[in-house]
């Protein structure tokens, strides 16, 4: 069983935005599509580059490089160059308005 770890207050991901975050040694990309907050691993499976570096689209997040797409929800890429899933985490928001606190479980 995985621990939640609290990561940040909610309104330090504003809305469209993603932000690389630490847990465990891990690096978490934090992504805040319209009113859910996914996370995945940060490391692009095709190139290895940070992925909160690169662009929202919905539930997909593209890679600033060589512009892999992967859905939030699933891990999955859309199609080349990437083929390989990144691994998705369980994200917890605790709290309501400024008060809300981003929690995430690394397996």
Same mark, same amino acid.
């Given at each position: 069983m *995985?621990?939640?770890?609290?990561v940040?207050?909610?309104?330090?991901?504003?809305e469209? %935005? +993603?932000?690389?975050v630490?847990?465990?040694?891990? +690096?978490?990309?934090? /992504?805040h599509?319209?009113?859910?907050?996914? =996370?995945?691993?940060? %490391?692009c499976?095709?190139? &290895?580059? *940070?992925? =909160? &570096?690169?662009?929202?689209?919905g539930?997909t997040?593209?890679?600033?490089?060589?512009? *892999?797409?992967?859905?939030?929800? %699933?891990?999955?890429? *859309?199609?080349?160059?990437?083929?390989? +899933?990144i =691994?998705?985490?369980p /994200?917890?928001?605790?709290?309501?308005?400024?008060? =809300?606190?981003?929690r995430?479980?690394? %397996?």
């Amino acid at each position: 069983m *995985s621990d939640f770890h609290d990561v940040m207050r909610l309104v330090d991901l504003p809305e469209g %935005t +993603a932000k690389r975050v630490e847990i465990d040694g891990e +690096a978490i990309a934090l /992504v805040h599509t319209r009113g859910e907050v996914f =996370a995945v691993d940060d %490391t692009c499976t095709h190139a &290895e580059v *940070s992925l =909160a &570096e690169g662009e929202i689209d919905g539930c997909t997040l593209e890679c600033w490089l060589h512009g *892999s797409r992967f859905d939030l929800r %699933t891990g999955q890429p *859309s199609g080349p160059p990437a083929t390989r +899933a990144i =691994a998705i985490h369980p /994200v917890d928001v605790v709290g309501v308005g400024d008060d =809300a606190i981003i929690r995430v479980a690394v %397996t």
